[in-house]
């Protein structure tokens, strides 16, 4: 409604009384002489209004007019928009929003997104300190919906609800009217150069009726689509349009279909834009030149070497000037992978002049052995290769109570430096030699962790390469005899294209190991039966028909007598 105050009268000696003569709406009194005028206008256009003025023995009319203009989007009750990014680089964790703006009140939302899942992983999604924060309910959901092999290889379903009556306490009246972002999405980039300067769209989906829908207050009205536009805002479908976006031309996912709208005693009303975002990945070239990390437009200096040795050690953390041109940088060989310890062992070897910036080499096919010799309170860990080793990288899991405190490591090849620091709950530690020295090959003790307190280690990740930066494939051996059922983290992880499992058996048991998708789904199973000590498999990221499966997390579960346990992996393309 609109209301239209400040119409009085007045009279020398007497009070007067107002009335509405003619238009639309009602007068209300505000005072003895004074009140307004309340109307809802049927269109644009211009409204008269007459006023009756009179102190019972006389009367008195004037008039005024009204435009009523039609305010921009008026047409709109919803706009809902997934954010483009800035240009970030590979390898890391981007946050991605859903924004809403609202002509109306609303109190739910049934959201569905889509994402290539070769070139990006959801980790997570939240509404804490966004629009909704007040909101009662919210949930999300990853997986396949009805659409067949039209899926697309990422889905992600978000449900939210305003007020779910479950007591005294409701959102206050602004949140059925949020403005802002919806939901905080975070995805983690493949780590691939290849994918640098490509954007990588998220786009809003449709298989059924209720998919990408918001719902008034009182939940007997439902918002459909009306507009969906891309992340450049070119218009890509119009419901109104029936010209040029005829239905028999909508494509599959495209919007709404018209039969939502058919056969409903209350019919859903389309109202609502979308427009599609996505994920802009820096080109490396235009960050910085290959080698100089710190920035300081001097490649492979020792600075570099320096500032790279202690990224394996303290994390992403220790790269203050610029992130993303840092990461860029780090890709030595040109292999497309930043921040691996191959590109390391390459930069020490070209600072030395012994060695160019060259593609990385193929790995070796014999792997290198990781004996690990548990004791009480100690880990003393060895290598056994067929060539020299350059650099290792060796990142363990650590039980909640085992602090830095706790630790001390001893290293056993002294021509070579180790560093190591623990950081939430990680014990990281890298060998490697800012110089031309390297572990020779065969069986050599690399380091000892001694502890003291209750806890253990499991290792999460290793990186090994030889002197010239050719990477080995790892695989553990050795070790006492456990003393109760445990599933380790997978190796590496995230990994590509293979993994290793291992599952620790004091005593002779039956096992088996399921690999499945996010969905619930199995992908791949291993069994077996093994007397006490140590099994471990290797899964190729391929299902049980031998096919390549897609990029993601993947949980795998084993059973082994009365012992089951569950963990999660990452597969990144």
Not at 116 to 136: C, K, L, Q, Y
Not at 240 to 247: G, H, I, N, Q, S
Not at 315 to 341: E, K
Not at 444 to 464: P, R
């Amino acid at each position: 409604a609109v209301c239209i105050e400040g119409i009085s009268g007045s009279d020398a000696t007497d009070f007067v009384s107002i009335s509405l003569g003619c238009g639309p709406g009602t007068y209300y009194p505000i005072s003895n002489n004074s009140g307004a005028v309340c109307f809802t206008p049927d269109a644009p256009g211009q409204y008269m209004f007459c006023i009756d003025v009179t102190d019972g023995c006389n009367v008195s009319t004037d008039s005024f007019y009204v435009d009523v203009v039609e305010k921009d989007d008026c047409d709109v009750c919803v706009r809902a928009s997934i954010t483009v990014t800035d240009p970030t680089p590979v390898g890391v964790e981007v946050d991605v929003f859903v924004n809403v703006e609202t002509n109306t009140t609303i109190a739910g939302f049934d959201v569905l997104i889509s994402y290539d899942a070769s070139v990006m992983t959801f980790s997570s999604a939240t509404t804490v300190g966004t629009a909704i924060s007040d909101w009662e309910y919210f949930t999300y959901r990853l997986g396949s919906e009805d659409c067949g092999a039209n899926c697309p290889s990422g889905i992600v379903r978000f449900v939210g609800i305003a007020d779910i009556n479950n007591g005294p306490v409701h959102p206050p009246e602004s949140a059925y009217e949020p403005n802002g972002s919806l939901v905080q999405i975070t995805f983690l980039i493949t780590n691939d150069q290849n994918l640098g300067d490509q954007f990588l769209p998220i786009d809003f989906v449709w298989y059924d009726c209720g998919d990408n829908t918001f719902s008034n207050v009182s939940g007997n009205l439902l918002y459909l689509d009306t507009k969906i536009f891309n992340f450049e805002n070119v218009l890509l479908w119009d419901e109104e349009d029936d010209v040029l976006f005829p239905e028999t031309n909508r494509q599959f996912g495209m919007g709404a279909p018209d039969n939502c709208m058919v056969g409903a005693s209350s019919a859903p009303v389309r109202c609502i834009e979308f427009i599609n975002g996505g994920i802009k990945v820096v080109h490396p070239d235009s960050i910085d030149a290959r080698g100089d990390i710190n920035l300081n437009n001097i490649a492979y200096e020792i600075g570099d070497a320096v500032l790279y040795s202690n990224y394996f050690i303290y994390g992403l953390s220790v790269f203050t000037v610029n992130l993303a041109g840092q990461i860029a940088a780090s890709d030595v060989n040109a292999d497309g992978l930043t921040l691996s310890v191959a590109d390391l062992v390459l930069m020490i070897r070209v600072i030395v002049g012994d060695a160019d910036p060259i593609p990385k080499l193929t790995p070796y096919e014999q792997a290198l052995l990781i004996h690990t010799d548990q004791r009480e309170n100690r880990y003393i860990v060895s290598s056994e290769s067929v060539s020299d080793i350059g650099a290792a990288h060796f990142v363990y899991q650590l039980d909640q109570n085992i602090t830095i405190d706790d630790v001390v490591l001893t290293s056993e090849t002294d021509q070579m430096t180790l560093g190591y620091e623990v950081t939430e709950n990680q014990l990281r530690i890298l060998i490697y030699d800012i110089g031309d020295n390297s572990i020779d090959d065969g069986l050599n003790q690399l380091f000892e962790i001694k502890y003291s307190g209750s806890g253990s280690f499991a290792l999460a990740e290793t990186d090994i390469v030889d002197y010239q930066g050719r990477p080995y494939y790892v695989s553990m051996k050795g070790g006492n005899l456990p003393n109760g059922f445990s599933l380790s983290q997978n190796y590496p992880n995230p990994f590509n294209p293979t993994t290793k499992i291992e599952l620790s058996l004091p005593s002779h048991a039956d096992w088996k190991i399921m690999i499945f998708n996010i969905n619930g789904s199995l992908v791949r199973e291993f069994e077996g039966s093994d007397e006490a000590g140590r099994v471990s498999v290797e899964w190729d990221a391929t299902d049980r028909g031998g096919r390549k499966v897609a990029s993601g997390v993947y949980l795998y579960k084993v059973v082994a007598g009365q012992f089951t346990d569950t963990k999660k992996m990452i597969l990144l393309k």
